[in-house]
C-alpha cells in the first residue's frame, strides 16, 4: 500500500528552528508538496520538490530525498502565526496525490 | 483568499435531511475537486472534474451526489449520511488537468464543517 508518515503534533518556541518531517512509500514519485493549513481556514501551498536538495523560500524550506524517500520542511525565525497543520503530499507514479495526515505545530511564545 | 469559495461554512443536519453544499471557484480553472478531511487522518479524494465532466470517483457511499454545472461551480448533495460522514469538506481547484504530469498545487477552499446528528 501506499503510506505517507508524518509527525502527529510538534511544539516549537518563538524565534527557533524547526523541522517537520515527512517519509513516503508510493508507487512511483513525480514530486512532493507541502501544504499550510491554519484552524479553520483552507490549505494553502508552500512548495513543490521533484529533485533532490533544497528549495528555499524566504523563512521556510523545503528538502528532499528521492532514494530515502523524505522531505522536510524547515521553518526558521518561528512566528506565532506558523502555528498551523503542515501537509505533505506525494503525487504517484498514476500522477495521483497520496497526503500525509498533517503535522499540527505548535509555538509557544 | 484563495480564489476558491465555499458554502456553508457550517452545517449542522439529521440524518434524513437533503441539503447541499456549493463551491465556486474564480480562478478560471478547469479541474475541480471534493476532498473529505477528517481529524487525523489524510485528505480523502472523493470526486473530480475536468471541464464539467468528472474523471473521478472513488468509491464514495451513493448518498454523496456531486454536481458540476459550469466550470467555476460544484456541488455536494447529501441524503440520509451518517454519523460518520460529519467532517470537514473542502473543495479545491487546478489550472492543469487532474491526475497528469504537470498537475500543479491545488487552491482550497475554507471547507464545510458538517455534523450529521
Known amino acids: 500500500g501506499q503510506n505517507i508518515d508524518q509527525p502527529t503534533e510538534m511544539t516549537a518556541t518563538e524565534g527557533a528552528i524547526v523541522q517537520i518531517n515527512c517519509t513516503y512509500q508510493?508507487?512511483?514519485?513525480?514530486?512532493l508538496f507541502w501544504y499550510q493549513q491554519h484552524a479553520g481556514e483552507a490549505p494553502t501551498f508552500l512548495s513543490y520538490?521533484?529533485l533532490d536538495g533544497l528549495e528555499e523560500k524566504g523563512r521556510f524550506s523545503s528538502f528532499l530525498s528521492r532514494s530515502k524517500g523524505y522531505s522536510y520542511l524547515l521553518l526558521k525565525e518561528l512566528q506565532m502565526k506558523d502555528s498551523a497543520s503542515y501537509l505533505c503530499?506525494?503525487?504517484?507514479?498514476?500522477?495521483?496525490?497520496?497526503w500525509g495526515a498533517g503535522t499540527k505545530l505548535i509555538i509557544k511564545p | 483568499e484563495t480564489g476558491v469559495t465555499q458554502t456553508p461554512r457550517h452545517l449542522v443536519m439529521g440524518m434524513t435531511n437533503k441539503k447541499s453544499l456549493k463551491c465556486e471557484q474564480h480562478?478560471?480553472?478547469?479541474?475541480m475537486y471534493w476532498y473529505k478531511q477528517s481529524a487525523k487522518k489524510p485528505l480523502e479524494l472523493m470526486f473530480v472534474?475536468?471541464?464539467?465532466?468528472?474523471?473521478e470517483n472513488n468509491s464514495v457511499p451513493s448518498r454523496f451526489s456531486p454536481e458540476c454545472p459550469n466550470s467555476s461551480h460544484l456541488f455536494l448533495h447529501l441524503h440520509t449520511l451518517q454519523p460518520e460522514d460529519s467532517a470537514l469538506y473542502l473543495c479545491?481547484?487546478?489550472?492543469?488537468?487532474?491526475?497528469?504530469?504537470?498537475?500543479?498545487?491545488?487552491?482550497f477552499g475554507e471547507g464545510s464543517r458538517l455534523t450529521v446528528l
Open positions: 479545491a481547484s487546478s489550472q492543469d488537468p487532474p491526475g497528469t504530469r504537470v498537475t500543479g498545487e491545488l487552491f
Open positions: 480562478l478560471g480553472h478547469n479541474a
Open positions: 472534474y475536468s471541464l464539467e465532466e468528472r474523471v
Open positions: 508510493t508507487s512511483g514519485f513525480n514530486g
Open positions: 520538490n521533484v
Open positions: 503530499a506525494v503525487k504517484d507514479s498514476n500522477y495521483q496525490l497520496i
